[in-house]
Every structure is written in C-alpha cells, then in structure tokens.
C-alpha cells in the first residue's frame, strides 16, 4: 500500500525515526484510565504530605511493656501479669485506652466462629459433599474448647482499679482523667487462658503434641493484651479481630520475664538477657563461636534435645528477653528443640562489629531439612532485603519449627515445613520450607518495621513483603520455582471469578493469596522490570521503605512517594492494577504495510502495472485463458488502446511532476524526501482486557535480525481501547509478536502474534472403563469364597 503526503506533512512527519502513534480520537471514552488519583486519595497534610513523606507535624503513639508470665505445660496454660505505659504523643486529649484481647477470637460467642462459613471444605464442590476429616475434627474440639482471655484485673500504679469494658476482641481502660496531649500514663493487668490446639485451631498461635514421646512444642503470640493503635488517620483502630485481618501496633520496649518447664529451651522477641542462669557453659561457648562461623553452629545438639525429649522436667526456669524499639512480642517453649545459630554479613547490620544472629529452633522431627536450609535462608533473607531497603535494625532473626505453617513477629517467625518420619523430603517440601523462612522473616522489614496497617491493609505487608521474596529467591539459585512474581503466573486469576481489587480491606478479601500476595507483589515487578526500570524503581522502592521504617505508612503514602522520588505518573498503573479487577489483554489486531508514493510517474507508473500484473489470476480468467476471441477473429475490432502501454509517462504527467518540485523546492522542502527508502507499518491494537500497560514488541525482519520496541503505556492515553503504531523502517518485516518475555501478565497469547501462529496443544487417549454390575460383584464374591472349599476338597481326595 503506498501513501501520498502534502509537503508539510512530508516534512513533519519523516522528521521522526521512531514513527508516531495514532492521532487524538474525538471518539467519547466511557472511562479515564489515566485519571488522577487526588480525587480517591486522603488529603496530604501536616502529618502526610503530597510527596509520600511523614510531615513535619507526623506522631505516633508508644507502648513500653514489662511482662512476667508462666507457662503451664501441664495445662496447656498461660498465666501473665503485665505493667503497660503507654505514652500520647498525639495532639489530642484520650480519655480512654484501647487494648486487643486477641485470644477471645476462640470464644465460643465470638464474631470469627458465628460467621464462619464451612472450613476448608473441598473448591468446586458442594460443601458438605466432600468434607475433610480435620475439619469435623477441628469443629468437634470447638464445642469443648472456648478459651477466651480471662482478665484478673485492671489497676493503675497504685493497685486501684481502673474501670474496664471488653467488647469481643477489645478491651476499653477508662482513665480517671483524660491523658493530656505529650503525657504518659501507667497501668497494670493480669490475665490467664488455655492455649489452643494449633494443629486443629490455629489462628497463627497455639501448640502441636507430639503422642511419641508425649511432649509439646508452643508458638505462643497474640498472647498478652496488646495496646491498639490511635494514628492521625483513623483514630483508635479497633475493629475487631476476625482472624484474616492481622495486626496494627505501637512500637515500645520490652521486658519479658518466661517462665517454663526447667528443661524447655526458649525463643523469643529480643536479646537474651540471663544466658548464665538457662544455658550451659557448652551452649554459651557454642554461640559465641557462631558470631563468626562460616556455616551454622549447633548451640543445643540433635542428641540433646533427643535426651531431653525422654527426660522428666525438675522445676522452671525464667528466661529474660529483652526487645527494644519493637511493636509486637512472640515466643517458642519445648524440651524438643534444636538450636543452630550463624552470624549475618556486617552489611545486613547497622552496626557491622554486631552481627545479626541468625537463628533457628527446631525439633529432631526437622531433620535433615532444617539444619541445611533454615538458618541459611534467614541469612538470605537480611542480605537482599537490606539491599533493597535499609540495614536489619535487630540483633537477631528467629525461625521456628512447629505447628504454625507461616506466621511472622518481630525478630521471630513460625514456620512449618518438615520432612517424612525417615527424613526425606520432597522438592516441593524443600523449596516450601525455603521460601516460607524467606517470607516470614522478610515481614520483619514489613510490617514489623515499615509499620503498615495490616487490619485495614493485608497487601500493604503481604505484597511488598512476597515482591521482596521473590528477589531473594531470585537470588538463592537459578530458576528458582518462587510460586509468586512472575506476571504469567497470575494470568489465571485476572482472568477469573469471585475477584475484588487489591484495594479492599482485609476482611473481605475473596481468594486472600492471589489478591493479597500475589497480586501486588507482580505487578511490583512489573513496575520494576517493564514500566520504570530496576534503577527508577529500586530508588524509589528504597526512598518508600526508609522514609517510613518504624512509622505508620498508609496507601497513599506509597502512591505517592513511587511517583515522587522516580519522577514518573504512575497513577494509571495504581488505579488499574489496584483499584479495578481489570486484566491485560492486548490484542494485534492488524498490519498495514506502506510504501512512499514518490509522484515520479516514471517510477510510479510502472509499479502500478507490475502489482496489477502480480495480483493472482482469477478462477474464471484462467479457465477462459485458452477460448478463442473475438477480435483474434475480427482484428479490425482492435484499435489504439489494445496496444498501449499504461506504464507509458504522459506528457501531462511529467508537466504535473516537474511542477510539484518545482513548489517543494520554493517551500524549502527537500525533493528527495519523495524518494525516501522505507517501509511504514501501521499496527493497530485493541485492549481487550480493560487494563492500560506499556506495549513491548518483537519485530523479526525478513533479512533474519530482529528489533524489540518498548512502547510506553500512555499510547492509550486519549482512547483506552484503540491505538495504532506507526513503524518505519528500512527493512521488510516478516513478523511481530506482543510481549515477548511474558512480561505483562497478558491473558491471551494467541491474539499477540501477527501473522497469527497456529495454537498448540495435545491429548490423550484413553480407554472406556469397563463398569461393573452389582450381578457381577456378587458373582465374583461368590466364586472367590467358593474356592477355599474346593481347594481343601482337592487335597482331601
């Protein structure tokens, strides 16, 4: 196809090398995907400002902690006593405190088990058609078991009683006179109740017995009553515990006196603070050596922790732990546990004579998989995720084996992956195990430090946190099976049902893993690979994570510092990827070819009976091909035009040429631009999946190179649905294919390939199985009980 251009045109339009998309539409859009966020995002202020940064008037509450507690192993028990200060640096007056009772989610009234649908129940199925046994089992230990926190009592510092109300899952302390704004206060509570089965009901604590050798390991955490958080963007934060939404906290620091069985070894938040009083002088010599040792060390051995599995406990013993600076606190409690250790890189540390200690606590059920990988991955973990944010504040970094699959807690995580009884292992056991230790630990950098709301925002910590797993698995070795990053494995679910956006509070999340986790944390790594690069991204990445480490960031907060510290507009990617269910889906609807008309009629002409002479013959000439004529009969019927040659130049054509130069060359114009050696492609592509993203394309010229072209998402910018690119170039394209690297989550690959390519797939054969009748089953059983009494005839005769 040739095109003729004005000489304006000409000139403007070959001035550019990268060709142009399609002129502004006058087409009405039903909507604007590249409509700002301001009008949806919270107000910036004195406390948030409009570039993502807190304000120079940002505050946060604080809560400092000093625990004692005993753990009952022979009732499964927790007993506490805490004194709680609790300091308001807001601008307002409080005239009352808000606490989380969070065990009462296990009360047999609470809101988790009277709206709770059917458990685990088999997907795509009826319900009740196919129900697992854990889950009646699990249903059947909750009519006998309802341990809701039992508060002792509520006093100030001087044994008073202080007023208290518990509503569900929280507990309101009345002050005898409002807290004045810059003004701490101090109060006391005791508490008691019975730590629940994790193995049948866990809610990310509990413990796990063991029938073998009748001894228990406890993953104990949302086990005291925690302060709730009052920010400047929603005041007291109290909405209720239900189970999916996790936690929002103050940060404080901690004193926390355990006491357990005497021969229990014990992981907690923190530093620990009587090593003198707990370990042997073996295990302290032990852990020193770990500070510098080039692979873990064992503090407490698998034959140690064998020998106390049989042992019977004498006593208790206090373990102290200190935790500075932190806004949660957790703990691990058996005479089962293993204790390997292994100082972390200086760079994942602030302070590189300190190194972190990396840290793992398991039982000889663990083994072989634990010792290899556990203490390893933690190690992982601090390196990459403090190259991508800040330096590990802490001094050490926990995993623990129990009953928890996944739960994470400053300085501590619960993790629980094992191998069979004889030790094996599968692949998917050890790449679970790996990446789950990554995981966890790596929520020490969000939520536990970038403090994130995660009752309100579960992405907000799960997708930063599953982005940053994914570059550390990335990071272990090559072609690492991470389950969540890469765009084409979330295609299923954008092209799915039962989806709501990312921006969707916690509680009413339809499928919590892929919208939570997976989601955000793809299409983090598509800003980073696809839409801003590694080096925009990860500067602004890190600029987000070091502005608010130990604040309270919100989602604006993000937004706007992504856009602020890359200098790129990047609310049409939030407003798609986080606010729609929209999926990506960009078709190649169509390739025009063009050449230059060069108005040469010597040139021209010639060209035009070439094509027409080229084109294929039609059915109906080639069948009358060898017919006789009628002016080969009669040829004085032939006369002037039945010889002409239409490729013959007119004298009116050459007079029309020669004055179009003539114009060019008064206006200025180059003359040789009509002769210009290029092809122009028009590709036109349609965005059937509603979701605006940069267009990537392979081109493969007919000479055997090929060309990737990065087309950037505002060539949808003025229509959402349609958009052209014009390519020139001087070769001949033989093909084009969309997204080449997969890199977009696009939906249909089928649609990203002009020419169209032909779609792969294969089947099996099989073979109709042969039904069985009842006449047939009671045939055969009657013959198989007959045989015994013939054989025994046989060998009478």
């Keep these: 196809m040739r095109f003729p251009l004005s000489a304006a045109a000409l000139a403007l339009t070959l001035a550019s090398t990268s060709g142009f998309a399609q002129p502004y539409s006058t087409k009405p859009l039903p909507t604007d995907k590249f409509r700002q966020l301001e009008e949806l995002l919270p107000t910036p202020n004195e406390q948030r400002t409009a570039s993502g940064a807190p304000g120079h008037a940002y505050w946060q509450q604080r809560a400092d902690y000093v625990i004692d507690v005993t753990l009952d192993d022979a009732k499964q028990a927790i007993t506490g006593t805490a004194t709680i200060t609790y300091h308001n640096a807001s601008p307002d007056a409080l005239a009352y405190l808000w606490l989380q009772l969070d065990p009462n989610v296990f009360a047999h009234t609470s809101d988790t088990r009277l709206t709770s649908g059917t458990p685990r129940a088999t997907p795509g199925a009826n319900p009740l058609d196919k129900f697992p046994y854990a889950s009646l089992d699990a249903l059947l230990l909750q009519e006998t078991y309802g341990s809701d926190l039992k508060i002792a009592k509520v006093t100030d510092v001087a044994g008073a009683a202080l007023p208290h109300t518990i509503v569900k899952t929280m507990m309101r302390v009345?002050?005898?006179?409002?807290?004045?704004?810059?003004?701490?206060?101090?109060?006391?509570?005791?508490?008691?109740?019975?730590?629940?089965?994790?193995?049948?009901?866990?809610?990310?604590?509990?413990?796990?017995?063991?029938?073998?050798?009748?001894?228990?390991?406890?993953?104990?955490?949302?086990?005291?009553?925690?302060?709730?958080?009052?920010?400047?963007?929603?005041?007291?934060?109290?909405?209720?515990?239900?189970?999916?939404?996790?936690?929002?906290?103050?940060?404080?620091?901690?004193?926390?006196?355990?006491?357990?069985?005497?021969?229990?070894?014990?992981?907690?938040?923190?530093?620990?603070?009587?090593?003198?009083?707990?370990?042997?002088?073996?295990q302290r010599d032990r852990l020193k050596t770990a500070e510098t040792a080039k692979s873990p060390v064992f503090i407490v051995t698998p034959a140690e922790a064998k020998a106390a599995e049989a042992g019977k406990p004498t006593g208790t013993k206090t373990w102290v732990f200190k935790a500075d600076n932190v806004r949660d606190f957790a703990f691990a409690s058996s005479r089962k546990f293993i204790w390997d250790a292994m100082g972390a890189p200086a760079h994942a540390s602030p302070d590189p004579k300190k190194p972190v200690m990396a840290m793992s606590f398991y039982p000889n059920e663990g083994e072989r998989l634990w010792s290899k990988y556990s203490t390893q991955a933690i190690i992982q973990t601090l390196d990459i995720y403090s190259k991508h944010t800040f330096a590990y504040p802490y001094p050490v970094a926990q995993s623990i084996n129990g009953p928890i699959g996944g739960m994470e807690y400053p300085m501590i995580c619960f993790n629980g992956p094992r191998p069979d009884e004889d030790g094996t292992y599968s692949k998917a056991t050890k790449?679970?195990?790996?990446?789950?230790?990554?995981?966890?630990?790596?929520?020490?950098?969000?939520?536990?430090?970038?403090?994130?709301?995660?009752?309100?925002?579960?992405?907000?910590?799960?997708?930063?946190?599953?982005?940053?797993?994914?570059?550390?698995?990335?990071?272990?070795?090559?072609?690492?099976?991470?389950?969540?990053?890469?765009?084409?494995?979330?295609?299923?679910?954008?092209?799915?049902?039962?989806?709501?956006?990312?921006?969707?509070?916690?509680?009413?999340?339809?499928?919590?893993?892929?919208?939570?986790?997976?989601?955000?944390?793809?299409?983090?790594?598509?800003?980073?690979?696809?839409?801003?690069?590694?080096?925009?991204?990860?500067?602004?990445?890190?600029?987000?994570?070091?502005?608010?480490?130990?604040?309270?960031?919100?989602?604006?907060?993000?937004?706007?510092?992504?856009?602020?510290?890359?200098?790129?507009?990047?609310?049409?990617?939030?407003?798609?990827?986080?606010?729609?269910?929209?999926?990506?889906?960009?078709?190649?609807?169509?390739?025009?070819?063009?050449?230059?008309?060069?108005?040469?009629?010597?040139?021209?002409?010639?060209?035009?009976?070439?094509?027409?002479?080229?084109?294929p013959k039609t059915l109906s000439s080639l069948r009358n091909a060898g017919s006789p004529k009628r002016v080969d009969t009669y040829p004085e019927l032939k006369d002037f035009y039945n010889d002409y040659d239409d490729a013959t130049v007119l004298p009116g054509d050459k007079k029309k040429y020669d004055e179009l130069l003539k114009s060019l060359t008064k206006d200025k114009v180059k003359t040789d631009l009509l002769k210009t050696p290029r092809n122009f492609y028009l590709v036109d592509f349609s965005n059937i999946g509603g979701l605006v993203m940069p267009i990537i394309l392979k081109i493969d010229y007919a000479d055997g190179t090929t060309e990737e072209m990065r087309i950037p998402a505002e060539i949808w910018r003025v229509d959402n649905a349609k958009a052209s690119k014009l390519i020139m170039t001087a070769k001949e394209i033989k093909g084009i294919q969309v997204d080449p690297h997969e890199e977009t989550a696009d939906a249909d690959v089928e649609n990203n390939f002009w020419p169209r390519r032909a779609i792969k797939s294969r089947f099996q054969l099989f073979k109709e199985p042969k039904e069985s009748t009842p006449m047939k089953e009671l045939k055969d059983e009657a013959e198989k009980a007959n045989k015994p009494a013939e054989k025994k005839s046989d060998e009478t005769k």
């Design 431 to 615: 790449y679970g195990l790996i990446s789950v230790v990554i995981h966890e630990v790596g929520h020490n950098y969000f939520p536990m430090i970038v403090n994130s709301d995660e009752r309100q925002w579960t992405w907000m910590d799960e997708g930063l946190n599953s982005f940053c797993q994914f570059l550390a698995e990335q990071a272990w070795e090559k072609d690492y099976p991470s389950r969540r990053g890469e765009p084409r494995d979330l295609v299923g679910y954008m092209t799915g049902e039962n989806q709501v956006p990312i921006m969707t509070n916690s509680e009413s999340i339809a499928q919590l893993g892929p919208n939570a986790y997976g989601k955000p944390a793809t299409a983090l790594n598509i800003l980073r690979e696809t839409v801003m690069g590694r080096e925009l991204f990860d500067y602004a990445f890190k600029t987000y994570a070091q502005r608010w480490a130990f604040k309270r960031p919100y989602p604006a907060d993000f937004f706007r510092t992504m856009e602020d510290a890359s200098g790129i507009d990047l609310d049409w990617f939030w407003r798609g990827w986080f606010y729609t269910n929209d999926h990506v889906d960009i078709s190649l609807d169509a390739v025009r070819q063009y050449t230059l008309d060069s108005r040469d009629p010597a040139i021209e002409k010639p060209r035009t009976k070439k094509e027409k002479a080229d084109r």
């Design 174 to 282: 009345d002050l005898p006179a409002p807290l004045a704004s810059g003004a701490a206060t101090t109060f006391n509570i005791a508490w008691s109740y019975f730590i629940n089965n994790a193995k049948l009901l866990a809610m990310r604590t509990g413990y796990e017995y063991f029938e073998k050798d009748k001894n228990y390991i406890y993953e104990i955490a949302q086990w005291f009553p925690r302060m709730a958080a009052y920010n400047d963007t929603m005041g007291w934060q109290h909405k209720q515990y239900l189970g999916r939404g996790e936690f929002t906290l103050e940060f404080g620091d901690y004193l926390v006196r355990l006491t357990v069985p005497s021969d229990h070894v014990v992981s907690a938040t923190g530093v620990l603070q009587n090593p003198e009083q707990v370990l042997t002088p073996a």
